[in-house]
């Protein structure tokens, strides 16, 4: 079936250092690829998205690219700030319907 | 964005007992709602397909019998662990979609409810 490998944390960085959390899936078909992202005390959100191959969603900053040959999906920022403290769930969504599937999450956070 | 609340987000109950925790869309009506259960490191995984007003439909290895879903309304959601055990206990959360939104992953999230069971 399914699934989604994202890297382990948690990640402790310094304000404005770069971001990088890797994303790999597994899956039959094109999927669709997403990030959320969990702030503390809070639901998850739709961060951003990619729906095709060579795609780039990006949003707040944040940046990822659907790379089909790596079959990747790797979340970035150039600066990071205390702000962006949070976990991050990468997932995808397969065969056009609503169920997600998540990777484990990666809890990020950034230092002043 | 749209807003989806769970209540209670935290419970603590006996073994034996039964616990519902409750999913509402605030400002949108939902046509499908999900339930997740997430153990400590690990993903969420998809427990339950409600939509309103039919049966919910369970992935495989869910007791259905165990975990009681009802999806009385386009607003609300409920989930019922029933006869509680200590393996029970877990992050429990809801997501909700309405209209198409569902289709591009833009699901909506409750908070989550943690349940502790003695």
């Known amino acids: 079936g399914d699934s989604v490998t994202q890297m382990e944390g948690p990640v402790t960085l310094s304000e404005e250092a770069f971001l990088t959390i890797n994303c790999t899936y597994t899956a039959t078909g094109y999927p669709s690829l997403f990030w959320y992202v969990q702030y503390p005390g809070e639901g998850l959100q739709l961060l951003l998205k990619a729906t095709k191959a060579d795609d780039k969603g990006s949003n707040k900053g944040f940046e990822a690219t659907y790379r089909k040959e790596t079959t990747s999906f790797h979340l970035e920022k150039g600066s990071v700030q205390v702000s962006d403290s949070a976990v991050y769930f990468c997932?995808?969504?397969?065969?056009?319907?609503?169920?997600?599937?998540f990777g484990t999450g990666t809890r990020l956070t950034i230092i002043p | 964005g749209a807003v989806v609340s769970q209540h209670p987000s935290r419970v603590i109950c006996k073994s034996g007992t039964s616990v519902k925790i409750e999913c509402r869309s605030l400002d949108f009506q939902a046509t499908t709602m999900f339930w997740y259960r997430q153990f400590p490191k690990q993903s969420l995984m998809l427990m339950a397909t409600?939509?309103?007003?039919?049966?919910?439909?369970?992935e495989q290895g869910v007791e259905k019998d165990k975990f009681l879903i009802n999806h009385a309304s386009l607003t609300l959601s409920t989930l019922t662990v029933t006869s509680a055990h200590p393996e029970d206990s877990s992050f429990y959360i809801c997501?909700?979609?309405?209209?198409?939104?569902?289709?591009?992953?833009?699901?909506?999230f409750g908070e989550g409810s943690r349940l502790t069971v003695l």
């Open positions: 997501s909700a979609a309405s209209g198409t939104s569902g289709r591009d992953g833009e699901l909506f």
């Open positions: 997932a995808l969504s397969n065969f056009g319907n609503e169920k997600l599937t």
């Open positions: 409600s939509n309103e007003g039919s049966k919910a439909t369970y």
